[in-house]
């Protein structure tokens, strides 16, 4: 049974690009969310998808967006690059009353 | 709003010992759950373990327990038998519901293990 899976697991880019990270959930869940983990820091929840729609999001500006497919699969878009994205950013999956599981994440460096 | 607090940036235990590593949380809502996460230098979270605030007995999973102390608003993890494969980031985070809810987090504990 395969679970969380991310990709790309590296990406650098430059000021001003746009990103996209992909994430496939566990088999049986259907909900993904969005963390981004500064260095040093604890996880910050960016958003969750549920049923292809946004169902909650965090304190995050509107240069991150989100997609959730068909399939449960989700992708998390920033626009407009800053420094301060430079992160480890992490998707969840889960189902209604199951704990959230990790992927490996996807560590972006923004130089 | 949700807080979690771990006060332990780091702590050192020795191999085949047992180490507390405390949580303490605040919120207003009736009903959340409390988990345990381990980060190694990898990066993924590895789910450890769960406690729901309604549950009546303290949670185990293996040599994982959480000590729940509702009227403390505590949620400390106890690891028995110290592994050397045990050093890595911990995380303490709660949310409302159980996989429909975001998590959030503490700033960590670092744990090390010597043997």
């Known amino acids: 049974d395969a679970g969380v899976t991310q990709s790309p697991t590296h990406l650098i880019k430059t000021r001003g690009q746009q990103v996209t990270l992909r994430c496939s959930p566990k088999?049986?869940?259907?909900?993904v969310s969005w963390y981004q983990q500064a260095l040093g820091q604890g996880p910050q929840f960016i958003f969750q998808y549920y049923e292809e729609e946004e169902r909650q999001r965090g304190n995050f500006p509107d240069r991150f967006s989100g997609h959730q497919f068909p399939n449960y699969s989700s992708e998390l878009n920033v626009n407009a690059l800053l420094l301060g994205d430079s992160a480890l950013y992490l998707c969840?999956?889960?189902?209604?009353?199951?704990?959230?599981?990790f992927g490996p994440g996807t560590r972006l460096l923004v130089l | 709003a949700q807080k979690i607090t771990q006060t332990q940036p780091g702590m050192f235990v020795q191999e085949k010992e047992a180490v507390t590593l405390d949580c303490t949380y605040d919120t207003s809502d009736p009903s959340y759950g409390l988990f345990w996460y381990k980060q190694p230098s990898s990066g993924e979270m590895i789910f450890l373990i769960y406690?729901?605030?309604?549950?009546?007995q303290n949670a185990t999973e293996g040599r994982y327990s959480l000590n729940f102390q509702k009227a403390r608003k505590s949620a400390n993890l106890v690891i028995s038998a110290s592994q050397l494969g045990d050093s890595a980031m911990y995380f303490c985070a709660m949310s409302r519901f159980r996989g429909t809810d975001k998590l959030i987090f503490g700033t960590g504990t670092r744990l090390q293990v010597f043997p």
């Open positions: 969840a999956s889960s189902s209604t009353a199951e704990t959230q599981y």
């Open positions: 088999s049986g869940h259907d909900t």
């Open positions: 406690q729901g605030s309604y549950d009546q």
